[in-house]
Structures are given as C-alpha cells and as structure tokens.
C-alpha cells in the first residue's frame, strides 16, 4: 500500500528492457475515447440534428496511408442518438478543422464555404498575373482605388470623433435640466393665475347674490298649524267664551295696564251725575253684574289702590238700565 502513490518503481540493477517481450498489434486498432460533436450535422438516414458540443463514446482509429507532414490523421465512429446508424468524420490538420466522412452532413459551414472561395479567387488572380503584365497594372490600379477609399472613410470617422470629442455632455444635461426648471416655473404661474382668477370669479358672484338676497328678502315659511283633536271644536262650545282667556299669576295679582277692549270705543260712559240720579235698581245691577263678569274672567283688573274702577260691560249696564228707568 506504500507505493500506491507513487511514480517511480523499483528496477534492479540487473534489468533489461529489451528483453520484454513486446506485443504485437494490428496497426489499425480501435480506441474506445469520449469526444464531443465538433460541428453541428444532420443525420442522412433519420434526419435527426446532432449539435456541436453533443457527447459521445467515439471509437478511435490512425487512417491508414493518409498523413499531412508527419501528422498521423485519426478517424471516429458515432452513433445517431435516434437511429443508432454509423457516423464517421476524421481530422482536417491542414485546414485545422474536422472533415465529414459517412453518414451525415455538416450544417452552418458557410463561413468554410466563403473563405474556400476567396481562397480560389486570390490562385485564379495569380495564375492570371503571371501570364498577362496588362492584368497586373489593372490589379494595382483597383488596390490603389480601394485603399484611397478605405483612407477617405478612415479619415470621416476620424473627423467624427474628433466633433464628439469636442462637445460637452456635461454643459448639455446641464441646460437641459436649466430649461425644464424654467417649464416647470412658467407652468406652475400659469396654474397661480388660473386659480386667481377663478377665486375672484367666486368672490363677485358671492357679492353679486349677497346684494340680490338683501334688496329682495325671502318669504318667510309658513307657520305650522297647532293640530287639534276634532272633539276641540265640541269643547269650545260647550264651554263659555270667557273661559278661553287664561290670565297670567301677574294679571290676577295687579291687572292690566292700559288693556282695552274691542267695545271700549263703541260706548260711552255717563256722568257720575247721571248715574247717581238714575233708579236705585238699575245702580244696584253695577256690582252684580261686575262681579258676573270677573267670575267669567273678562272683566279687567284696575290697578291697586284705585276704588272706582268700572269695565266697559259695566258701564254698558248701567247704560242700559239708565234707558230703562227714563221709558218707565
């Protein structure tokens, strides 16, 4: 278990390599390796697509009689993943590039395709050269005409850096960004304005209605009917009128002060002479019939300390009875 890490075996002094006895194998022997696909190919009998970069246990074998300057060339053997029909391609040293050999074709090679044929192009160029001086002027004329083109746009690009080197990006963000803040600042004003004037709209048609409301005031709204109960009406007839009058604690206690009523204008009183000189009867009714009335309520209350305080239905009665006593 010492050795298993090591590199150097023991030999005895005493060993002879050439007397190993050496194997003999075919030249042409198969190599089990793990490749990847080295271009993108399409299988010819189920037409599946094999993409570069696909793993595959490849068999390996040297190309018998087949060699670029020593170089061995090495052929492999794949499967389709589908199908399992045999692909094979083999190396391209001189081209440093894989060749398609059996079995499928090689996809995307237009690039292999261009350069095959400028190859072509440049050994036709030079076969016609060395035949024809004429050609060769011709040649060198066309190179020059393309170089001097080539030179001239070299030169407009140069002269187009040089313009973008110039400016200053940093100037032109910042009047830019100058510019916006004065938008910004015309836009807000005009909103300042907008709202003023729609305030002061608002103000004059508050003035204009003020004015309207006190040249013209509104009606006031009705008053609301006290409701009643309908069995009211039964209650006021039944009952007398002068009952219907309720006097305050303060107007049974003091009386009326300058409170007339509705037949005051309507009659006359008569002289204390003439009431004295009537009959005794009829002055006798004055009291009776003033206290029937302030027991009805509707007399009016004198001041107190005033004795000779007489209402207008009183002095009605003494009137009446006046007249009375004269037709006797």
């Known amino acids: 278990m010492s050795e298993r890490k090591v590199l150097n075996k023991y030999y005895p002094p005493d060993f002879d390599p050439s007397k190993i006895p050496k194997l003999k194998l075919p030249k042409d022997r198969q190599y089990v390796v793990r490749l990847m696909a080295p271009f ?36 492999f053997y794949i499967k389709c993943t589908r199908c399992l029909a ?29 350069e095959e044929e400028e190859k072509r192009l440049q050994k036709e160029r030079e076969d016609e050269e060395l035949n024809n001086p004429m050609k060769v002027l011709e040649n060198r004329t066309k ?3 393309l170089e001097m083109e080539v030179l001239e746009n070299l030169q407009e690009l ?39 004037a729609m305030l002061e709209q608002a103000q ?67 002289r204390k002479s003439v009431s004295m000189v009537a009959n005794g009867a009829g002055s006798q009714d004055v009291p009776s019939e003033q206290g029937k009335q302030s027991a009805h309520g509707t007399s009016t209350g004198t001041a107190p300390g005033s004795s000779t305080g007489v209402s207008s239905l009183g002095l009605l009665g003494t009137y009446s ?5 004269k037709s006797d």
């Open 40 to 75: 993108n190919m399409r299988c010819k009998t189920c037409g599946e697509y094999i993409y570069k970069g696909k793993k595959f246990n490849a068999r390996k074998e040297t190309v018998q009689n087949e060699s670029y300057l020593g170089l061995p060339i090495f052929r």
């Open 86 to 114: 045999e692909i094979t391609f083999k190396t391209d040293p001189e081209n440093t590039d894989y060749a398609m050999e059996h079995g499928a074709t090689r996809n995307f090679q237009a690039e292999k395709l261009l």
């Open 143 to 145: 190179d020059s005409k």
């Open 158 to 196: 140069k002269e187009l850096n040089q313009r973008q080197a110039h400016v200053d990006f940093e100037s032109m963000l910042q009047q830019y960004k100058e510019f916006e803040e004065q938008q910004k600042q015309r836009e807000l004003e005009e909103d300042e304005q907008e709202m003023k």
């Open 204 to 270: 004059s048609r508050r003035l204009l209605e003020d004015s309207d409301s006190e040249e013209d005031p509104a009606p006031a709204p009705p008053k609301q009917l006290a409701k009643g109960k309908p069995t009211d009406i039964l209650q006021q007839d039944s009952e007398p009128q002068a009952k219907k009058q309720k006097l305050e604690t303060w107007q049974k206690s003091v009386g009326k002060f300058s409170v007339q009523t509705k037949l005051s204008g309507l009659v006359t009183a008569k």
């Open 321 to 325: 009875d006046s007249e009375d006593s």
